[in-house]
């Protein structure tokens, strides 16, 4: 007790705590992380078993299941829905025996153990010096990280062997003693995925000769083998088809993320399309392959064999969903000379990785090349373009450190905010913003869609607001509403203020933070998104009708025209949106936001006055067309209060940055002197 009294009661409990030991701190960090890998592996297997048995594992059905293509006395390549090589088919043709369920519960754990080993097999291989904490935590984080990929998910639900070429090349460079024994297993991933020969050329530059070939006497051993005891097979593959060319779905699909898919999909066709990707093709393996030896003779053979994979990807005629984790593997490449540029090449490899496109790029048709193709683009700036830092770069173990302002005093006892949570006075990095607020910007949209409630609820909750604001003499939305529509030019201008600058305005101020004022961008951007999820919870807990959607209220949509009560959907802006999250009116607060932040940071009345015009609009806009009661605003005004206070609870208040201090004056140029100020001027 004596202690707890010194050290200040719960607060010095808690900064107890926060002063454990390190090592302490790292084991249960490594335990957390351990933890968050099982579940995640848990959660991969329990979904994929949920599934009924005729939407899962459909792949291996289709080569091994009952009517498979392996159990057809002709060719594997009659129907086009075996992908695989000759070679692939022969090592599962003896699966055919075995017994359906057995087969399927054992693919899936044999796939799991695969994704595991892989994991750590890439933990191991990080370039070297290695700090402890780093050493200890790569595997559970990578191992994490692969069963978020879209690739090994997509492995796991069809049934596809993808992660095997990759495993098997990760093995032969990294696990096994002896240059044969590697070279082998890579020719063995090539046998079953012919693009994985580009290795062997990395082998052979990276004095790795031996290596390079036996993987090519371990291929063309497994070919010919595959070709003597399937010589009609063999030929329809690699001559008819050509290494798997018109083999599986179509090449333009958006599953197929190589550059002939991708110059099909801009509509290049026949012997122009096929010269073009040759010469693509070629222009990328070169130039991947000098990178990846660049790399690989600088100590970072794991980011060269990523570089390589990338490339790989990119020459292959197709190359599906599950086969590019190799993309993956390249987030260990250091790029950027400050610590917050090294943020943005591994979370936006993440971010391609794990989230479908649509969540990355608008859905815009001027986006679409773009959307469709952003794997590829990811690959192709991994093989060809990342600048990724040498270890005997300046900055490669020592980037420039990141300006904080000075620390505060804890708001809860002696207890000091985490490193996290420091104020930073520096500016952000731009792309890493953009890519941020992108994607925070479509979960937040798909939330609010998920968080839609039924038309009786909201309805009823209507019902209340409207009770509510009676009794507090606050319905004005119906007079407000009819009395706007009588006066054409008003109704035209509200309508077109509630449409255009709900996004607009807050985007610009942040714009003008960012560029300006860094530090006031960061205390801006924190208290936004605080205040958006805070809104979120509120659409989730209390889905609202609003005026414009409440049967028998008399209320006109000025926006969006006359709903028909009859449909339960009321129209096409059902599918695109959440209509009954109304409570809180993020559309107000938002506005709010932005008065806020301009009244306190800009320099001129003027300003300040024109900033807060615009939430006195916007409240005016969203009771005039009815989408919105005075409730909801009222609930906006809340929720961005609420994400001040947490900015300041969590970050402590708003860093005033002084204005730079003028140059002293050197001895050999003396300061002019002052003239003398005349009496009677300020």
């Not at 030991?21 to 099982?38: D, E, K, Q, Y």
């Not at 890439?122 to 990578?142: D, E, F, K, N």
């Not at 006892?413 to 890519?435: A, D, Y």
């Amino acid at each position: 007790m004596a202690n707890a009294e010194r050290s200040g009661g719960p607060a010095g409990v808690l900064a107890g705590v926060a002063a454990a030991p390190p090592g302490a701190r790292l084991r249960a960090a490594r335990l957390g992380l351990w933890l968050i890998a099982s579940v995640l592996a848990i959660r991969q297997v329990a979904a994929v078993l949920a599934t009924p048995r005729a939407d899962r594992l459909t792949d291996l059905e289709t080569w091994v299941g009952p009517h498979g293509v392996l159990h057809v006395n002709g060719s594997l390549y009659d129907s086009t829905r075996f992908t695989g090589t000759p070679f692939s088919g022969l090592v599962l043709k003896p699966l055919t025996n075995a017994a359906e369920g057995a087969l399927g519960w054992g693919w899936i754990f044999g796939t799991l153990l695969l994704v595991v080993a892989l994991g750590l097999i890439a933990a191991r291989a990080l370039p070297q010096p290695a700090g402890r904490r780093t050493s200890l935590l790569a595997a559970p984080v990578a191992i994490s990280l692969l069963m978020l990929s879209l690739p090994v998910r997509n492995a796991f639900w069809l049934g596809q062997t993808s992660v095997l070429p990759v495993l098997l090349v990760l093995l032969g460079c990294f696990t096994v003693r002896g240059q044969r024994t590697g070279g082998a297993l890579i020719g063995l991933a090539a046998a079953l995925q012919p693009t994985m020969l580009l290795f062997a050329p990395l082998l052979w530059y990276t004095e790795r000769r031996r290596a390079a070939a036996s993987a090519g006497l371990t291929f063309a051993a497994c070919t010919a083998l595959a070709w003597a005891a399937m010589p009609h097979d063999s030929t329809a593959y690699w001559i008819h088809h050509m290494a798997g060319v018109g083999l599986g779905g179509p090449a333009d699909a958006l599953a197929n993320q190589s550059l002939h898919g991708a110059l099909l999909r801009l509509g290049l066709a026949g012997p122009l399309e096929i010269a073009l990707f040759l010469a693509l093709g070629a222009a990328v393996a070169v130039l991947g392959l000098r990178r990846a030896v660049t790399y690989a003779r600088d100590g970072q053979l794991l980011l060269a064999v990523a570089v390589t994979g990338c490339a790989a990807i990119a020459v292959s005629p197709t190359a599906w969903q599950h086969q590019l984790l190799w993309v993956l593997l390249a987030v260990v490449g250091r790029v950027g000379r400050r610590v917050s540029d090294r943020y943005v090449w591994p979370v936006a490899v993440i971010l391609v990785m794990t989230l479908p496109a649509k969540m990355l790029l608008p859905n815009m048709a001027a986006m679409n090349p773009l959307r469709d193709n952003v794997v590829l683009l990811a690959a192709l700036a991994a093989a060809t373009a990342v600048p990724f830092l040498s270890r005997t770069a300046e900055h490669y173990r020592a980037p420039v450190a990141t300006e904080y302002a000075p620390a505060l005093p804890a708001r809860l006892g002696s207890l000091t905010l985490p490193p996290l949570l420091r104020r930073v006075l520096t500016r952000p990095n731009l792309l890493l913003e953009l890519l941020l607020i992108r994607v925070t910007y479509a979960a937040y949209s798909q939330v609010r869609l998920v968080a839609r409630g039924d038309r009786a609820t909201a309805e009823r909750h209507g019902h209340q607001i409207h009770s509510a604001e009676h009794a507090l003499h606050l319905d004005i939305e119906h007079w407000v509403n009819h009395t706007v529509v009588s006066l054409p030019w008003l109704n035209r201008f509200l309508s077109f203020y509630y449409e255009t600058f709900h996004f607009i305005v807050p985007l610009t101020v942040l714009a003008v933070l960012y560029a300006r004022r860094p530090a006031d961008y960061r205390w801006a951007r924190s208290a936004l998104g605080f205040a958006t999820l805070i809104g979120l919870l509120g659409f989730w807990l209390y889905p609202l009708a609003p005026p414009r959607l409440m049967p028998g209220f008399g209320f006109i949509d000025t926006v969006h025209g006359a709903q028909d009560f009859a449909r339960p959907d009321y129209g096409a802006m059902t599918a695109v949106t959440n209509q009954y999250a109304a409570m809180p009116s993020l559309h107000f607060g938002w506005s709010l936001f932005c008065g806020i932040v301009i009244a306190v940071v800009a320099p001129r009345w003027w300003m300040k006055a024109l900033g807060l015009l615009h939430p006195l609009f916007t409240v005016s806009a969203i009771i005039a067309t009815a989408n919105h009661w005075v409730l909801d605003a009222v609930g906006g005004a809340a929720v961005v209060c609420a994400g001040f206070g947490l900015t300041y609870a969590l970050q402590g208040p708003r860093v005033r940055v002084p204005a730079p201090a003028a140059p002293p004056a050197s001895a050999e140029q003396p300061t002019p002197p002052t003239p003398p100020v005349p009496q009677g001027s300020s």
